[in-house]
Structure formats: C-alpha cells, structure tokens
C-alpha cells in the first residue's frame, strides 16, 4: 500500500490523497487560514480510530456470534495540549442489537483492543522523511 499526496490548488491548501485505487482530499479549516472544502489530517487521524474500532467490533461480534447489528463510534478530541504533547481523544460508542450487559461490555473492552488503538498508543513510530530527487517545476 502507498499513500501519494499532491497539490490540488496552487494557491490554497487542498490536496488530493491517493491509497491505492481510493481517492480523498484534505485541506486546512477555515480557521486556519485553508478554504476547509475536506477533512483535515488531524481529522484523518481521528477517524482512523473510529473506523477502526467499528470495523474490529463487527469482525469480533460475527466470529463470537454477538447480535450486533451495528457500531456509531463519536470521536472528539482536546487539543488545548497538544503543543506540549497531549492530545486527547474521547471515544463514544453506541453498540446496536439486542445484547447482555455483557456482551456491551465484552465488545467495549474489545474496541480498546482495535490495532489503530494499540498503535496510538503503545507503538514506537519512527519516520524517515527524504527529498526525491532531481528538481520539478510547474
């Protein structure tokens, strides 16, 4: 899998985002100064969390026979503090289906358990970034 961004408009801050035969775009808010016609990177960031706990919950609910119909996970999250490297997200999750009180709480431990969850927050990343070589103009 490759991830590609280019420059969409020249004169602001949309860009397109390729993953492989998907195609979505980014831009800044308006209070930032961008024209905020898409998501920003921190709200790609966001959803990658909640899309990942959705989607374990229903692979994790269809392998243990657990009656749930369907998954809402609401994200918000606090970045008052995140220049001294907090950033806080607060998971809300709506579980459907006719189930126990425990299975809500099995499938609410299992959210914690998502991989985008464990690589937030346990995983060491590193990031190499190198320029491409020769020189482009357009």
Do not use: W
């Not at 993953?19 to 960031?45: Q, R």
């Not at 026979?65 to 001294?84: C, M, N, R, Y």
Request: aromatic share 6%; proline share 4%.
């Amino acid at each position: 899998m490759t991830v590609t961004v280019n420059t969409v408009s020249h004169d602001g801050f949309r860009h397109s985002i390729k993953i492989d035969d998907y195609e979505l775009f980014t831009d800044v808010p308006k209070s930032a100064g961008g024209e905020g016609s898409a998501p920003s990177p921190h709200d790609y960031f966001d959803a990658s969390l909640a899309a990942c706990k959705a989607l374990t919950l229903k692979m994790y609910a269809q392998k243990n026979d657990i009656p749930l119909t369907g998954v809402t996970v609401e994200i918000k999250h606090d970045a008052e503090q995140e220049q001294k490297g907090r950033y806080t997200l607060i998971v809300k999750l709506t579980l459907k289906g006719v189930l126990t009180d425990a299975q809500r709480q099995e499938l609410h431990k299992v959210a914690d358990k998502c991989p985008v969850h464990k690589l937030m927050t346990s995983a060491e990343i590193e990031i190499e970034t190198h320029l491409s070589e020769g020189a482009f103009s357009q």
